[in-house]
């Protein structure tokens, strides 16, 4: 006798057959999938029930009253993934990204007031000579009245781990230097690739190794580990905990001799992860503590720290873990969004004319003078306020979220109510979707920035303007509540402009405003004294040299053949010194 196959619980959720077996629907989504996210949130709705590994089904979220549930109403049932939760603690400890529940929501309170607006303007004098030797490195390879192509790329990622480490740590790393780059800067860098060679037996080693209980005896099976790849991760893992153990130990002492610390506090020892010994200071380093002044993060927080109460404190293996989780979190998605705006701007060379007049503008009326205004540092509220640069910023990272997929799990059976109705896959109207404990949810912050109901018919193009009033001033956008405003829209629950790239809740990016503001410091040094323009280079047949932003979860761009492989991450433009013919007139 046939036996019926029990009903699947997602089984009225509208979506697409599964694309293969062992991918399901994963291979598009993932790979180069910038238009079918989009389309996939188009063509079902706000939640979609797609297919992931060996057929499982997942939901995949934009609805902004869905993501309202998922990242603030009932963020306590979404919680990261476990797979998530351990690769992290095996990576950096226990920092914000590997805790859950009442410790990450300790480490938060603490860390919070750390990322204020005011230790911000603190900040931004201190890093602002950075973006000035960044630029004046790509003004001594371009030849006098030439041009000449550079790949911005990795000069923006050196830029950005720069003023990361510096701003986070008080520490240079020489990472624009790249014949001087230190080996605690150089395994920040070699992390993300390093995770991406081990894409497929990601999901288990962590599961694995985190069953092991001894740090030793997990340590003598992860030597063993006979896979190159795991390996070169092992060591890059090393070289990040003897460095944030070192530099740990440094700070602290600097603190405690200064008195700005209570001796009681007791010193941090060798690796309890890696029984690494903590060792001196490496090639390549700087420790800028008496430019910084105490104004850098990890000193904020080991302030802020002692003068919490007792309850409240974080131990030293926390204070540890935030060093290489901010560093991390904080560096390629920054530097994405930088390459991202300058791309967007040599290929829109009139935007590229109005911002920089824009720019020159607020720099004359903040140094009160006409000349000289290419190398004036503005100020942190004045440089928030410059209407069109705020709206170029804003725009580029709704359209282009440099992180544009992130997962949760369902920890409790629940209901997902939904802003915009969807249509089941039995043709009736669903106002909410039922959600087993155990289901996956993808949150597309990409379809949500690009959500038509929510931001108007042209949503999917790049427009500044919407940002702005008809006379030019800013538009503020607040956190939305999952309610309708004023207009019978309803906005996201986004921490930034009510867009979904830097996620909302309690588990949204702590470092915004640090972002907002380096991307904005970097744009206005450089269109200060550079222009960009895209590669004109054809070959024989006509072909022209263009770059296409690939999306694997996060954004990659890469140079098309016959000119590049269509592979290799880069962003070559051609840049030369300002002209007067590049401002409005
Ligand atoms: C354009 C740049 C950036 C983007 C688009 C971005 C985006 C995000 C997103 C989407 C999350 C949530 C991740 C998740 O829940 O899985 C996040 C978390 C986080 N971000 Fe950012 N971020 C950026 C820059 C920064 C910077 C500059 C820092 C540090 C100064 C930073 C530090 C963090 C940290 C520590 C978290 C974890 C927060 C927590 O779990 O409580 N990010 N970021």
């Known amino acids: 006798r046939r036996t019926r196959r029990p009903k699947s619980p997602l089984a009225e959720v509208p979506g697409p057959e599964s694309d293969h077996w062992l991918k399901g629907n994963f291979g598009r989504i993932f790979q180069d999938g910038w238009y079918y996210n989009l389309q996939l949130a188009e063509k079902y709705g706000g939640v979609v029930k797609v297919h992931a590994l060996l057929g499982a089904e997942q939901l995949y979220v934009s609805d902004p009253l869905a993501l309202h549930y998922v990242v603030v109403k009932e963020q306590h049932i979404y919680t990261e993934t476990d797979m998530f939760i351990?690769?992290?603690?095996?990576?950096?400890?226990?920092?914000?990204?590997?805790?859950?529940?009442e410790q990450h929501k300790k480490q938060r309170k603490m860390l919070n007031p750390v990322f204020?607006?005011?230790?911000?303007?603190?900040?931004?004098?201190?890093?602002?000579?950075?973006?000035?030797?960044?630029?004046?490195?790509?003004?001594?390879?371009?030849?006098?009245?030439?041009?000449?192509?550079?790949?911005?790329?990795?000069?923006?990622?050196?830029?950005?781990?720069?003023?990361?480490?510096?701003?986070?740590?008080?520490?240079?790393?020489?990472?624009?230097d790249p014949t001087r780059t230190s080996a605690y800067a150089e395994a920040i860098q070699k992390l993300a690739p390093s995770g991406l060679r081990l894409i497929f037996i990601r999901p288990f080693v962590p599961l694995f190794l985190c069953t092991i209980k001894s740090p030793s005896l997990r340590n003598q099976f992860a030597e063993r580990f006979p896979l190159k790849a795991f390996q070169d991760m092992r060591s890059v893992v090393e070289a990040l905990d003897k460095g944030s153990?070192?530099?740990?130990?440094?700070?602290?002492?600097?603190?405690?001799?200064?008195?700005?610390?209570?001796?009681?506090?007791?010193?941090?020892?060798?690796?309890?992860?890696?029984?690494v010994p903590v060792q001196g200071k490496e090639e390549g380093e700087r420790d800028l503590g008496d430019r910084m002044r105490?104004?850098?993060?990890?000193?904020?927080?080991?302030?802020?720290?002692?003068?919490?109460?007792?309850?409240?404190?974080?131990?030293?293996?926390?204070?540890?873990?935030?060093?290489?989780?901010?560093?991390?979190?904080?560096?390629?998605?920054?530097?994405?969004?930088?390459?991202?705006?300058?791309?967007?701007?040599?290929s829109k060379p009139e935007v590229q004319a109005k911002l920089r007049s824009e720019i020159r503008k607020a720099k004359q009326r903040y140094a009160n003078t006409q000349a000289g205004w290419e190398e004036v540092g503005i100020g942190y509220d004045e440089l928030m306020a410059i209407p069109y640069l705020d709206a170029v910023v804003r725009e580029t990272l709704r359209v282009y979220p440099p992180t544009s997929l992130l997962s949760r799990t369902c920890r409790q059976d629940t209901t997902l109510p939904l802003a915009y109705p969807i249509t089941s896959s039995s043709g009736v109207t669903l106002t909410s979707v039922a959600v087993p404990a155990g289901t996956s949810v993808i949150m597309s912050l990409l379809a949500a920035n690009h959500n038509k109901q929510v931001w108007g018919p042209d949503a999917d193009e790049w427009r500044p303007e919407r940002w702005l009033t008809e006379s030019g001033e800013r538009v503020m956008f607040s956190e939305g509540d999952g309610e309708e405003d004023g207009e019978g829209r309803v906005k996201y629950p986004g921490v930034y402009a009510s867009m979904m790239t830097f996620l909302g809740g309690g588990r949204a990016c702590i470092g915004f405003k640090f972002a907002e503001m380096e991307i904005k410091q970097v744009i206005t040094t450089f269109l200060s004294r550079m222009h960009f323009s895209l590669p004109y280079e054809t070959d024989s047949h006509g072909n022209k040299k263009s770059i296409t932003w690939k999306m694997n979860g996060l954004q990659v761009p890469v140079v098309d053949p016959p000119f590049g492989d269509g592979v290799t991450a880069q962003v070559p433009l051609i840049v030369r010194r300002v002209k007067q013919e590049d401002f409005v007139a």
Do not use: H
């Not at 602290?252 to 209570?262: D, P, V, Y």
């Open 294 to 346: 105490g104004r850098d993060i990890m000193s904020i927080m080991l302030r802020a720290n002692m003068s919490s109460e007792e309850s409240e404190r974080l131990s030293d293996e926390e204070l540890l873990g935030q060093m290489s989780t901010i560093i991390f979190a904080g560096f390629e998605t920054t530097s994405t969004a930088i390459s991202r705006i300058l791309y967007i701007l040599a």
């Open 245 to 275: 153990r070192r530099i740990f130990r440094e700070k602290k002492t600097r603190m405690l001799n200064s008195g700005e610390l209570r001796a009681s506090w007791v010193e941090v020892e060798g690796s309890k992860r890696s029984g």
């Open 86 to 101: 351990m690769a992290n603690k095996l990576i950096f400890g226990d920092g914000l990204i590997s805790t859950l529940g």
């Open 116 to 176: 204020s607006l005011a230790n911000m303007r603190d900040l931004l004098p201190i890093i602002q000579p950075i973006a000035d030797k960044l630029s004046g490195i790509f003004l001594e390879q371009i030849p006098d009245g030439d041009s000449k192509e550079i790949n911005v790329l990795p000069w923006m990622s050196r830029g950005a781990l720069e003023y990361i480490c510096q701003a986070a740590l008080g520490y240079s790393f020489n990472v624009l």
